[in-house]
């Protein structure tokens, strides 16, 4: 048995980064599930199984912690700050049952920062509500900086517990 030689310019990775980088893309940028990447993929002829993906971006998620980290620094400078929760379905934290507060629900937060005229969005899943994962944001928050603007419907959960921000919600809700 003989192993041709890779062409210049191939690497020894089976998957590019730039391929991993597309499936992140794909199922965290643009919402598209991994079972629709893998039938896309399939109709080109590439196996792409949704479990593969899931292991390729669940590897890469270690290696850009440190952005996710200064993204969350950025945002915690932010001057406006806008947060809220909707619930969310994770089998892996529902088979856990109640958390030691007793809560069963499983939330998605999205917490929008805008900062130097730029906007940073920061997305959370778990069992805290949107005040709780902003609380935790704005403890990041340099000192010296005065409070935040808040914006969120006027549901209390959404508020941070003491931590200081100019509340200013949203009448539509």
Known sequence: VYTAKAPAGVGEEKHDASAVAMVALLRYGL?????????????????????????LVAEAAHALAPVHDALQALAARGEVLHND???????????????????????TTAV????DGRTVALYATGRQHAGENLGDLLALRPPGLGPPIQMCDALERNLPDGLATIVSNCLVH
């Not at 919402?31 to 292991?55: C, K, N």
């Not at 089998?91 to 939330?107: A, C, P, T």
């Open 31 to 55: 919402g598209m599930p991994f079972y629709r990447v893998e039938a896309l993929q399939e109709s080109a002829g590439i196996p792409l199984p949704a479990s593969t993906q899931w292991d």
């Open 85 to 107: 929760d909707t619930s969310m379905t994770v089998l892996s934290v529902l088979k856990e049952g109640r958390d030691e507060e007793g809560r069963r629900g499983v939330f």
């Open 112 to 115: 929008l920062s805008r900062v």
